[in-house]
């Protein structure tokens, strides 16, 4: 069992990572093996529309991406975190989900994922929105907490003061171990992927 943690920041440890790792020690102590990958300082550039991964199987940019892709298909659990940047999560992070989810998003349904956002004040609630939609459209499955999944704190560090953001982060460890134990555990089969039915406004 594993998952692969995303942290969209370019500051490796910031108060995303922070928060991630409160997280990702929970499972480790559940015996599930975790991998947190920095991409906020990689060159990632937005999707080219180019359609180009449904041919390939995979992104037509190498510039890192599939690489990272695989891991994630490969992965029982996805962590997504990032830092609020005008009340979204930040550019580098938007271009690789953009990318990532919609050419290897089929490979990820069923999947528990927990979107993690780290803010100053405002805007966290937008960019744990943004994400979640990611989760959403692929049919994977959003691990709850007991309450939004956000912690605060500006100077890297500072979210270890925010006490029920830390507690909302180990929440979230329990959780996603229950669910990849259930899942493995289960011989309940999923359910048959139905033909996507598409209907354009304009036509």
């Known amino acids: 069992m594993k998952v692969i943690a995303i942290n969209g920041s370019p ?6 990572a922070l928060a991630i790792k409160r997280v990702t020690d929970v499972l ?16 990632i550039c937005g999707c ?14 190498e510039d890192g991406l599939n690489e990272i892709a695989e891991k994630m298909r490969e992965a029982d659990g996805i962590i997504i975190g990032s830092p609020v940047y ?5 550019g580098t992070l938007k271009a690789f989900l953009d ?4 050419s290897s998003g089929s490979y990820f349904r069923f999947k528990p994922g927990a979107a993690i956002v780290a803010a100053r004040r405002g805007g966290a609630l937008d960019a744990y929105h943004c994400i ?3 989760f959403g459209i692929t049919e994977m499955i959003q691990v709850p907490a007991n309450y939004w999944n956000m912690v605060y704190g500006r100077l890297p560090g500072e979210a270890e003061q ?8 180990e929440t979230i460890g329990r959780n996603m171990a229950y669910l990849i134990k259930m899942q493995k555990e289960s011989k309940v089969p999923v359910p048959e992927r139905l033909p996507k039915a598409m209907f354009n406004y304009i036509r």
Do not use: H, W
Request: proline share 2%; net charge positive; aromatic share 8%.
């Open 48 to 61: 080219k529309a180019c359609g180009g991964c449904g041919k390939l199987g995979k992104c037509v940019i």
């Open 132 to 134: 979640n939609n990611y």
């Open 11 to 16: 500051r490796q440890n910031g108060n995303s």
């Open 99 to 102: 990318r990532v989810f919609y």
């Open 162 to 169: 925010d006490t029920e953001g830390m507690s909302i982060m």
């Open 28 to 43: 480790n102590a559940e015996g599930i093996e975790t991998e947190t990958i920095c991409i906020g300082k990689m060159p």
């Open 86 to 90: 005008y009340a979204g999560i930040n």
